[in-house]
């Protein structure tokens, strides 16, 4: 079974500070995605990654997609406060029984002022 | 990206009563998703829904305790059955997405407390 994990689970950053959300899986796939979820809400699609070295950002976030070494790697630029959420990174495998999407353990952001 | 209207938004229930959530999507889709996500854990998958077809369930869940309706390509429901507090989550409904790059969009969520 496809085991997706995060580190950090929690992050607590000051505002003007750059850090580095990390996603490792334990099989060989080759599309990565990035969700943000606000507290009582739904996931928000952030990226999409589909190819060994995919590089994607908008505004103060980029991923980018290791498919060799299993990791893709969210990085924030001078946080800011309405960053604040939960971050998961999903895998997206082929199955017997079709596609099969599985989640990352998440990350908890929380930025300071 | 296709649209998805997921309903109720949230529910307080009672335990022992079932509660049927609905999800809706604008366009028509082979398969639709059901998740799980309890408070302050990540998104565990149901089952799978194909039109047509029973649904696939994921080890853990049982049809008996989530039985799941897909009368047609746009439409779907997942049915929470003599519910206990365990039970209390946020159910979400997922398609994979209509876009050039592909990706999956998300329904906006049932937040259902059992009490």
């Not at chain 1, 606000?38 to 950002?57: R, Y």
């Not at chain 2, 799978?48 to 390509?73: C, H």
Request: net charge neutral; charged share 15%.
């Amino acid at each position: 079974e496809l085991k997706v994990e995060q580190n950090p689970l929690f992050l607590s950053m000051q505002e003007g500070k750059n850090y580095t959300i990390y996603c490792n899986y334990s099989t060989t796939s080759d599309r990565l995605y990035w969700y943000r979820q606000d507290p009582g809400k739904s996931l928000e699609s952030l990226f999409v990654l589909l190819s060994n070295g995919a590089v994607k950002q908008e505004g103060r976030l980029m991923a980018s997609l290791d498919t060799k070494a299993r990791l893709s790697t969210l990085h924030i630029t001078a946080a800011v406060h309405d960053l604040s959420a939960t971050y998961f990174c999903a895998v997206d495998m082929y199955a017997n029984t079709g596609n099969q999407f599985y989640f990352g353990t998440g990350t908890s952001l929380t930025v300071i002022p | 990206s296709a649209v998805i209207s997921q309903k109720p938004s949230r529910d307080i229930c009672q335990r022992g009563t079932s509660l049927t959530i609905q999800c809706q999507v604008d366009s028509q889709v082979t398969m639709m998703f059901w998740y799980r996500q309890q408070p302050g854990q990540s998104l565990t998958l149901i089952a799978t829904a194909n039109q047509g077809s029973e649904a696939t369930y994921e080890s853990g869940f049982v049809i008996d305790k989530f039985p799941i309706s897909r009368p047609n390509l746009t439409f779907s429901t997942l049915t929470v059955s003599n519910m206990s507090p365990e039970d209390s989550s946020i159910y979400l409904c997922s398609v994979i997405g209509i876009t050039v790059v592909g990706g999956y969009t998300f329904g906006s969520g049932t937040r259902l407390t059992v009490v």
